[in-house]
């Protein structure tokens, strides 16, 4: 699972943003970023959604980066 973002408010401090379901309506997909400190909510980018929804696509599994795990 992908590290969660910091809070945007720079007085806050930067401390990891919780994601919140408690809010929604919709089902499980549909979650605000949430700060402990200062209550603030955000809205998740497209490519945050995709990253908790499906787990980060970008990384691919260790037999795709190493190419002498291929050859076996």
């Known amino acids: 699972m992908p590290q969660p973002p910091v809070c945007p408010n720079t007085p806050c401090g930067r401390p990891y943003l919780w994601k919140d379901t408690t809010t929604t ?3 499980d997909d549909e979650w605000l970023w949430w700060c402990a400190r200062c209550k603030e909510k955000w ?11 499906f787990g980060p696509s970008a990384r691919p599994a260790a037999a795709q980066r190493d190419p002498r795990l291929l050859r076996r």
């Open 25 to 27: 309506r919709h089902g």
């Open 43 to 53: 809205t998740p980018s497209a490519q945050q959604v995709e990253d908790y929804r």
